[in-house]
C-alpha cells in the first residue's frame, strides 16, 4: 500500500521531478524481494512389471454344443402288446441289453406254420426223387414214356423250390419273433419311457419308444468363421487331421478339457457365414452331457518369443492403444503399442515393446508424458498372470477402476494358458 502512495505522489509533482522520482521508484522496486520459487510436483505413486517373453498358444475362441456320440430313437419293428419293459429310465444301457419285450406268440405260431410246411415239402420232395430213380432205368428202355419221365424230374425241381421259399419264410418269421425283443443297439443312457408296458405298437407308425445317448466319447461341436477357414483347413491338414483344443461348459465355471478336433463340415453357411467343425473327447468320466452349451479353444500353433503385459496396463486414446513406460530415471513415456491375443488376464504384445521393460499398471490413468513416479512396494509377486510389481491398495483412487480389456468374441483369434 505504501508502494501504491508512493506512486500516486511522483505523478503529482512536476515533469523533472517526476523523472527524477520515477528513477527512484525503480531503484525501490528492484530492492523488493523476489517471490518463492515453484516447487516441483511430487513423483506420482505407480506400479510397474517387466514385459514378460515366453511362448503363448494361438488359438481360436468359439462356443458350441456338446452332441451325443451316437443318438439312436428305439422303435417297434413288428405290431404287437408290450408286456415288459427291463431298463431304468436315465440308466446306462450296454450294447445288446434288452429294453422290451413285445407279446411274441403270434410270431411264435408264424415260425411254427413254416416249419411245419418245410417238413411237408421235403417229404414230398423225398418222394418225388424216388419216383424219378425208379423210373429212370424204365425210361432208358422206353418202358416208361419220356414224357411221363419228364414230368417226375419237374416235379422234384418245383419240390425244391417249395423248400426254398419255406426256407425263406422260416426266416422271415424268425427275425419277426427276434424283433420282439428290442435290445440295445449302442452303449449310453437310457432315455424315458414314451410308451409304457401294456400299450399296442405298430411297426408301421414309427413310434420312438425311448431314445439312447452314447455319451463316451462325445462329439463338441462348434463354429469357425469362413475367414478363419483356410488357416484351420492347412493345419487341420498339416496335422494329419488332429488338432488340439480345449472346452469347458460356458454357463457355469470349469476347467479346460484336453479334446481332439477331428472333423471338418464341407461346406460354409450362407445365411451366418461359419463353418460347423467338430471336435472329440473321451468323456469317460462323463463330464459332458448331450446338448449343453460349450466354449472352445481351437489351438492353430505356438507363439514362440511372445510378449505380454497385463491386460489391465493398456489405456486406449484416439491414436490407439498405448502404455506407459518407466525409463530408468523413473520418468515415464506414453508408447503406442499393438496387441494380439489374450492370455487369460493378460495381452500379447506384437510391436511397441521389448522384454524388460517396465510399463505401468496401476497409476497410469494420473500420469503424463514425463512425469516422475515412484515405485510402490509390491504387496505380491503377480499383477495379472504376468510376474512383478503388484497393486498397492492405496496407490491411487483411478488406480482402483482400470479400464477392463475387452474380453475376446467368440470365433476370434486370442490365446490363453490351458
Same mark, same amino acid.
Given at each position: ?18 523523472? %527524477? ?10 530492492? &523488493? ?50 408286456? *415288459? ?36 415239402? $421235403?417229404?414230398?420232395?423225398?418222394? &418225388?426223387?424216388? $419216383? ?40 422271415? &418269421?424268425?427275425? +419277426? ?10 452303449? #449310453?443312457?437310457?432315455?424315458?419311457? +414314451? ?29 469357425? %468363421? ?20 480345449? /472346452?469347458?461348459?460356458? &454357463? ?13 463340415? +464341407?461346406?460354409?453357411? *450362407? ?14 468320466? $462323463? ?14 500353433? %505356438? ?29 515415464? /513415456?506414453?508408447?503406442?503399442? @499393438? ?14 515393446? $521389448? ?28 499383477? #495379472? #498372470?504376468?510376474?512383478? +510389481?503388484? %497393486? ?24 490363453? @494358458?490351458?
Amino acid at each position: 500500500m505504501a508502494f501504491v502512495h508512493l506512486v500516486r505522489s511522483v505523478s503529482a509533482l512536476g515533469p523533472n521531478l517526476r523523472l %527524477t522520482a520515477g528513477m527512484a521508484l525503480l531503484a525501490f522496486a528492484s530492492c &523488493a524481494k523476489p517471490p518463492p520459487p515453484v516447487p516441483p510436483p511430487a513423483p506420482v505413486p505407480v506400479t510397474v512389471v517387466p514385459v514378460v517373453q515366453r511362448d503363448v498358444p494361438r488359438y481360436l475362441n468359439s462356443i458350441g454344443y456338446a452332441t451325443a456320440f451316437e443318438a439312436v430313437a428305439v422303435v417297434a419293428q413288428v405290431d404287437g402288446k408290450i408286456l *415288459q419293459i427291463h431298463f431304468t429310465q436315465g440308466a446306462p444301457v450296454k450294447k445288446g441289453d434288452v429294453l422290451y419285450d413285445i407279446d411274441p406268440r403270434p410270431y411264435q405260431a408264424k415260425l411254427d406254420e413254416a416249419n411245419g410246411q418245410l417238413a411237408d415239402d $421235403q417229404a414230398a420232395l423225398q418222394i &418225388a426223387q424216388l $419216383q424219378v430213380e425208379r423210373a429212370r432205368p424204365l425210361a432208358a428202355s422206353d418202358l416208361v414214356a419220356k414224357q411221363t419221365f419228364d414230368t417226375y424230374t419237374a416235379q422234384v425241381k418245383e419240390i425244391q423250390a417249395k423248400i426254398d421259399g419255406d426256407n425263406g419264410t422260416i426266416l422271415a &418269421a424268425q427275425v +419277426n419273433l427276434d424283433y420282439c425283443t428290442i435290445r440295445s443297439p449302442v452303449d #449310453g443312457i437310457a432315455g424315458f419311457y +414314451n410308451v409304457n408296458a401294456g400299450n399296442v405298437v405298430f411297426a408301421k407308425n414309427q413310434t420312438v419308444l425311448t431314445t439312447i445317448q452314447q455319451v463316451a466319447p462325445i462329439y463338441l461341436d462348434f463354429t469357425v %468363421t469362413g475367414a478363419e477357414l483356410p488357416d484351420v483347413q492347412a493345419r487341420f491338414a498339416a496335422a494329419n487331421g488332429s488338432l488340439p483344443m480345449l /472346452a469347458a461348459y460356458l &454357463a457355469r465355471d470349469d476347467t479346460w478339457r484336453d479334446a481332439t478336433l477331428k472333423f471338418l463340415s +464341407n461346406k460354409v453357411d *450362407q445365411v451366418t457365414g461359419t463353418v460347423l467343425v467338430r471336435g472329440l473327447y473321451p468323456n469317460t468320466d $462323463q463330464h459332458f452331457w448331450p446338448g449343453e452349451a460349450i466354449r472352445t479353444q481351437l489351438i492353430l500353433e %505356438t507363439l514362440k518369443g511372445a510378449l505380454l503385459i497385463p491386460s489391465r496396463a493398456l489405456a486406449l486414446g484416439q491414436d490407439g492403444s498405448y502404455v506407459f513406460v518407466k525409463a530408468a530415471d523413473n520418468t515415464v /513415456a506414453r508408447r503406442l503399442v @499393438k496387441t494380439g491375443q489374450h492370455e487369460d488376464d493378460d495381452i500379447v504384445v506384437t510391436d511397441g515393446l $521389448q522384454a524388460g521393460e517396465s510399463v505401468v499398471v496401476t497409476g497410469q490413468f494420473m500420469l503424463k508424458p514425463g512425469d516422475k513416479v515412484k515405485v510402490v512396494t509390491p504387496l505380491s509377486g503377480n499383477i #495379472g #498372470g504376468v510376474t512383478g +510389481n503388484s %497393486t498397492a491398495a492405496s496407490v491411487a483412487p483411478a488406480a482402483a477402476n482400470p479400464t477392463p480389456a475387452s474380453a475376446p468374441a467368440a470365433a476370434t483369434t486370442t490365446a490363453a @494358458k490351458p
